[in-house]
């Protein structure tokens, strides 16, 4: 089967720009043990996931009509992230893609409040791809520095 990754892309993306504006109530992260599945945003603006689309060769955004509960049951893991915890009560001011198809696409996530640190979502197909994960995500918190000390 062919993809027209551009195009596929596009559309799952069409929700990605309804989340700039939207205050995080809650996260929660769905895990096929050991790894990273699916995030879900629990907002004001409603519920959204962000997952892998295609086996995970890039990602999309979609709307839920709730967020889910947190388990722990036969193997169906919905749990908090504590790394993302920080994010938690804050507006979300940018939601922008990075990296494309088959290399690292995902999204970054900026907060207001919160200048030095951004929400990274991330396809596994980043490089050299662990060994034994095969569609899942990674999950990462950016830290960033905007001044110089000399040393």
Known sequence: MEYEYEKDIS???TLLAELEG???MSIRINVVDPEF???YLGTNK???????EVG???LGVHRLQELPAITDQ???????YSPFEIFEGHTITQARQIGSAWHGHGFELTFNDLLAQSMIIQSIYCGAKPEGFEDCLRLGV???????VKP
Do not use: P
């Open 74 to 80: 036969d193997g169906y893991i919905i749990c908090k």
């Open 56 to 58: 995970g060769e890039y």
């Open 142 to 148: 950016g830290h960033y520095e905007n001044e110089w």
């Open 46 to 52: 409603g519920v959204f996931s962000i997952q892998g």
């Open 37 to 39: 599945n699916v995030v």
């Open 11 to 13: 559309e799952a993306c």
């Open 22 to 24: 939207a205050e995080v």
